[in-house]
């Protein structure tokens, strides 16, 4: 394919030797007698090179620079220029020029140095194509990686899912509590405004927080009435029985930890490790919300379940003590209509763990 060249020159010899001479090597050439007509055709069409004089009666030949670099970034352009204005030239080559001939030129000379601009124009080409395609690259491997990531997460939820169900088949007084504390949590830590990644954690910690259960003996975990004290002491071993299973497994590391603290109390006053107020690990005082909302306003064996106005009160008496003051003044802004449609929605059409943060959403968004 023939190279394209612009020569811009309002010398009538000069335009008329350059261009015999570019033409007999089977360049495509196109002149223009000064920078307004310069201007015009490269608005109009694409050339490999420029050529121009430096000097001319409409204007000088940098006046090209910008217009070549905003609109045909990599097209090299050759200043032609007298002895006297040498100086010129190289500072046009700091500011972008690709090079410059000295008039008077041989015919070798001009052809050399077109020769050597086509060729730079073409690697400059190159090394574009490539970094655009390196790019593309990059874009669709990551993309990848994103997917694997997802796929991966995904078999974990799966994973967990399993694992709560087993817990479920084991503590009946556990069944659907696991995914409307989850469904709570995700939603208050959605009003808290928390990072979206981190309430993955946290609905992964609320969803697994009494797996340590599965590790009590069936004759205390499934006593219909209440537990002596040493009963309670063994029930309290749940929360590091859970760290213990989840915390060698790297991806659950962060999640452990919540199920560590899941029984703990903002004053200090709960357990295993009588943590205080921010020493606890932030899903782990959500839940804690959480967790008592689902608590009152659910049936046990020994007691009737409560109204979602009651929990709503009794967790406010607690604040400061039991709950963190923060969560809890999030929590009582929400309305009491939210949980109620969330609990409903949950136990009439159970989603598996990974759906339930979609479930969470619309009334999130909709009521808070």
């Known amino acids: 394919m023939q190279s394209r060249i612009l020569f811009v020159d309002d010398e009538l010899q000069m335009r008329s030797m350059v261009a015999a001479t570019l033409m007999r090597q089977n360049f495509d050439v196109r002149l223009a007698t000064g920078i307004t007509e310069a201007l015009e055709l490269l608005d109009r069409e694409q050339f490999d090179l420029v050529l121009s004089d430096l000097i001319m009666h409409d204007g000088f030949g940098t006046d090209l620079l910008d217009h070549i670099h905003a609109t045909q970034p990599h097209t090299p352009l050759v200043l032609v220029t007298a002895v006297q204005d040498i100086g010129t030239a190289i500072s046009s ?5 690709y090079d410059y001939l000295m008039k008077p030129f041989e015919r070798d000379q001009l052809l050399t140095t077109v ?10 080409r190159e090394t574009f194509t490539y970094r655009e395609n390196l790019e593309e690259i990059v874009r669709a491997r990551t993309k990848q990686l994103r997917q694997a990531i997802t796929d991966i997460e995904r078999s974990y939820d799966i994973t967990l899912e399993a694992l709560g169900d087993a817990l479920d088949l ?11 504390v989850t469904a709570y949590t995700i ?4 009003a808290m405004n928390v990072d979206l990644e981190r309430i993955k954690i946290i609905a992964r910690g609320a969803f697994l927080h009494d797996i340590g259960k599965m590790a009590i003996p069936d004759s205390i975990l499934r006593k219909p009435g209440r537990l002596t004290p040493s009963e309670q002491l063994i029930m309290r071993e749940h929360c590091e029985r859970g760290f213990d299973i989840l915390r060698k497994i790297p991806y659950l590391k962060e ?25 606890i690990p932030l899903g782990a005082r959500i839940f804690a919300v959480a967790d008592t909302l689902d608590a009152i306003t659910s049936d046990r064996p020994y007691r009737k379940a409560s109204s979602f106005d ?11 003590t039991q709950f963190d003051p923060t969560v809890v003044e999030v929590f009582v802004k ?12 949950i136990e009439s059409n159970p989603r598996p763990f990974s759906e339930i943060d979609a479930e969470v959403q619309k009334y999130v968004i909709s009521q808070v």
């Open 93 to 97: 080559m700091r500011r972008g020029a």
């Open 115 to 124: 020769a050597r601009a086509l060729d730079h124009r073409h690697t400059t």
């Open 170 to 180: 084991k503590d009946s007084e556990t069944e659907g509590h696991s995914r409307r």
């Open 187 to 190: 939603a208050l830590a959605r």
């Open 255 to 279: 999640v452990a930890e919540i199920v560590y603290s899941h029984q703990e109390h903002y004053d200090g006053t709960g357990y295993p490790r009588g943590l205080v107020g921010e020493r």
């Open 310 to 320: 009651v929990a709503r009160q009794e967790i406010l008496r607690c604040s400061g």
């Open 334 to 345: 929400v309305p009491s209509s939210l949980w109620i449609d969330l609990r409903r929605e």
